[in-house]
């Protein structure tokens, strides 16, 4: 286990970092834009903690981007421990940490992820590099305002490019469950007959950007578990999604089955969800459960539509 002083700390924590590898104080701010409620690691007042504890994403512009947030957000001095299994980032962990200027970095290996730990440099121009480099930014090809780690942040997805050549356009009520950028939302809102679209993910960098992308009036972005919130709406005229299929980096088909039943309680009886997915993905047997009907409008290059009605 690393080891972790015992005196009282102001310390920051990023994700979910294996048990095993570290010890986390009970009172961590936690800073993941993956967990409703924590804090925004972005906002996080300058050179304050003491430590900072981080599950490093494994992509390597979101990755830089949060460690140098967090580099950021300490002391001079002040200790980051960042962990990333191996094969997901780990091998660069070194790397990315001495390209913000740190000077001391120490790696251990153990169950198959790396640890880096190291301070806090005093000079903060790499770190501030990083953090303008890797951060929001308006994607001319894409139209679209993105950042590294939000899904598709760089590219149109083409399970989501079908749906939008595919779904009519819509009338009344909707959500977009999952809502990434909002790609499909600005889709679903250039129909005039839309009167409310809400937009919900688990991912605050997603919400944010999507409320640059397509907030207007009839819009509201909610940064919450598609699964289990939205408690308070019901009666929607349609539902438009490309569900997640991965947690964690590994395939979790439950996920997208769960979509579908938030999707059914939310609509009104006739209300119809526009579904895109991965062919292989098995959501037929949830669809019957939930709905009255559904039919697959398109099934080419790998994905499929369903309209499915309530
Ligand atoms: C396949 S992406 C689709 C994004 C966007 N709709 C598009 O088509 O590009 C799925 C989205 O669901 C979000 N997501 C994953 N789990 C979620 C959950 N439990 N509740 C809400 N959103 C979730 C992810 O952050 C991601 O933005």
């Given at each position: ?5 015992a ?6 924590l990023?994700?979910?970092?294996p ?17 409703p409620g ?7 007042p ?8 981080l599950a490093?994403?494994?992509?390597l512009?979101?990755r830089?981007?949060v460690l140098?947030l ?7 001095g002040?200790?980051i421990?960042?962990?990333?299994p ?7 962990l070194?790397?990315?940490l001495?390209?913000l200027g740190?000077?001391?970095v ?7 992820c790396?640890?880096?730990?190291c301070t806090?440099p005093?000079d903060?121009?790499?770190i ?15 139209g679209l ?5 939000v899904?598709a942040?760089?590219r ?9 050549d595919t779904?009519p356009?819509?009338?009344g ?8 950028l ?5 889709r679903?809102?250039q129909s005039?007959a ?5 937009l919900?993910?688990i991912d605050?960098?997603?919400v944010?950007?999507a ?14 578990d598609a699964?289990?919130g939205?408690?308070d709406?019901?009666?929607?005229d349609f ?5 997640p ?10 996920l997208g089955?769960a979509f579908?039943k ?11 969800l526009?579904l ?9 047997a949830t669809l ?6 559904w039919t697959?409008?398109a099934?080419q290059?790998g994905y ?5 009605t309530?």
């Amino acid at each position: 286990m690393t080891d972790i002083h015992a005196e009282p700390t102001r310390t920051g924590l990023y994700g979910e970092p294996p048990a095993e590898l570290v010890e986390i104080p009970a009172d961590a701010r936690q800073c993941s834009p993956l967990i409703p409620g924590s804090a925004a690691l972005e906002e996080a007042p300058e050179r304050t903690l003491d430590r900072f504890i981080l599950a490093a994403p494994g992509g390597l512009q979101e990755r830089r981007h949060v460690l140098a947030l967090a580099l950021k957000a300490l002391k001079p001095g002040g200790d980051i421990i960042a962990i990333a299994p191996k094969k997901k980032g780990g091998q660069r962990l070194a790397g990315d940490l001495e390209s913000l200027g740190c000077t001391d970095v120490s790696i251990s290996s153990k169950s198959h992820c790396k640890i880096a730990q190291c301070t806090s440099p005093d000079d903060l121009t790499a770190i501030n590099e990083a953090i303008a480099a890797y951060g929001p930014r308006l994607d001319e090809d894409l139209g679209l305002w993105t950042r590294p780690g939000v899904f598709a942040w760089d590219r149109v997805d083409p399970a989501t490019a079908l749906l939008m050549d595919t779904m009519p356009d819509l009338a009344g009520r909707g959500a977009d469950l999952g809502c990434g950028l909002g790609i499909l939302a600005h889709r679903v809102l250039q129909s005039e007959a839309v009167t409310e679209l809400t937009l919900v993910d688990i991912d605050r960098r997603a919400v944010e950007m999507a409320w640059r992308n397509v907030g207007d009036d009839r819009v509201k972005v909610r940064w919450e578990d598609a699964r289990t919130g939205l408690q308070d709406i019901s009666g929607l005229d349609f539902i438009v999604m490309n569900p997640p299929f991965h947690e964690g980096g590994d395939e979790n088909r439950s996920l997208g089955q769960a979509f579908i039943k938030s999707a059914s309680k939310l609509l009104r009886k006739g209300g119809k969800l526009w579904l895109t997915a991965n062919r292989h993905l098995p959501y037929e047997a949830t669809l019957d459960d939930c709905f009255s009907s559904w039919t697959k409008p398109a099934d080419q290059g790998g994905y499929k539509i369903i309209e499915a009605t309530r």
